[in-house]
């Protein structure tokens, strides 16, 4: 039972949804801004994305490859394009990014800042932080289809082999433009080092990487290397969704710079 000294617990009733409004929320500010610029940016990025995954085309110059089409392992691979193999065969005459694509992008789908930013963005559920929930009913991710979220770890160990191959894809960008010999350099060669940096950075800040470099362990003072790991990717985390965003941005502009240069909407300037 509780005294007249000791603080009490006040509830407070959710606000019910005034008339003419889309959403019940005492907030005054403008909290529908980040979800609508979210909105907006993560449609550009899949139509984008879609139209170049689709495209099927300007996905390689020497020394340049596309992220999106990277690695390239379809029988119609642009010569050169293709560093691991032609390993799926004539069966398959799709674009080849539609083959790796999944990888990516189940990485990115389930990841948990991303889930936070389209669910409110897209299924306003809920739209942002004291805003009430507009749906009757929420089961949450303990249900199909978004059980689903909880398979992102792994995601996470193929986004960190997708990283290793988009690293050695930013090594071959120091080729000379005909692909003969190292330590050249163009825009370019800058381009897909910075998107390789970028993608790295997001995926080292994962929550599931967190987990497993220093997740499970009784006593952190038994394991100081992993403490220390555990210490650096907490560090990181704390700023995983600028990196999220800076990675999306960058790996969109990597290939945007690749179609420039393929398609000749643009010439790569060269530093030496
Ligand atoms: Fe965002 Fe893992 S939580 S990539």
């Given at each position: 039972m509780s005294s007249s000294t000791e603080p009490s617990l006040v509830t407070t009733p959710s606000?019910?949804?005034?008339?003419?409004?889309?959403?019940?929320?005492?907030?005054?500010?403008?909290?529908?801004?980040?979800?609508?610029?979210?909105?907006?940016?993560?449609?550009?990025?899949?139509?984008?994305?879609?139209?170049r995954a689709f495209a099927n085309?300007?996905?390689?110059?020497?020394?340049?490859?596309s992220p999106f089409y990277s690695p390239c392992v379809a029988e119609d691979c642009i010569p050169g394009s293709d560093s691991l193999g032609r390993i799926v065969g004539g069966w398959y005459t799709m674009s080849p990014a539609l083959l790796i694509l999944i990888f990516p992008l189940g990485f990115r789908f389930t990841c948990y800042y991303y889930r936070r930013s389209y669910y409110r963005a897209f299924w306003v559920s809920p739209p942002a932080c004291a805003v009430a929930e507009p749906h009757p009913k929420n089961t949450g991710e303990s249900r199909w289809p978004l059980?689903?979220?909880?398979?992102?770890?792994?995601?996470?160990?193929?986004?960190?082999?997708?990283?290793?191959?988009l690293t050695w894809d930013a090594v071959l960008a120091f080729r000379a433009p005909?692909?003969?010999?190292?330590?050249?350099?163009?825009?370019?060669?800058?381009?897909?080092?910075?998107?390789?940096?970028?993608?790295?950075?997001?995926?080292?800040?994962?929550?599931?990487?967190?987990?497993?470099?220093?997740?499970?362990?009784?006593?952190?003072?038994?394991?100081?290397?992993?403490?220390?790991l555990w210490t650096w990717v907490s560090r990181m985390n704390v700023f995983h969704n600028r990196f999220a965003w800076a990675s999306l941005f960058s790996?969109?502009?990597?290939?945007?710079?690749?179609?420039?240069?393929?398609s000749g909407l643009f010439s790569d300037p060269r530093f030496f």
């Open positions: 606000p019910a949804r005034p008339a003419g409004r889309l959403f019940a929320t005492r907030r005054t500010d403008r909290w529908w801004l980040e979800p609508l610029i979210i909105f907006g940016v993560l449609s550009a990025f899949v139509l984008y994305a879609t139209w085309k300007y996905y390689y110059i020497e020394p340049y490859q059980l689903i979220q909880n398979s992102h770890r792994l995601w996470f160990y193929f986004a960190l082999a997708f990283n290793v191959i005909d692909g003969t010999g190292f330590f050249h350099m163009g825009l370019g060669s800058l381009v897909l080092t910075a998107n390789a940096v970028f993608l790295w950075i997001y995926t080292l800040s994962c929550h599931s990487c967190r987990n497993a470099v220093g997740g499970r362990l009784r006593h952190f003072s038994k394991h100081p290397i992993r403490y220390r790996v969109a502009f990597a290939d945007f710079y690749v179609y420039g240069v393929a």
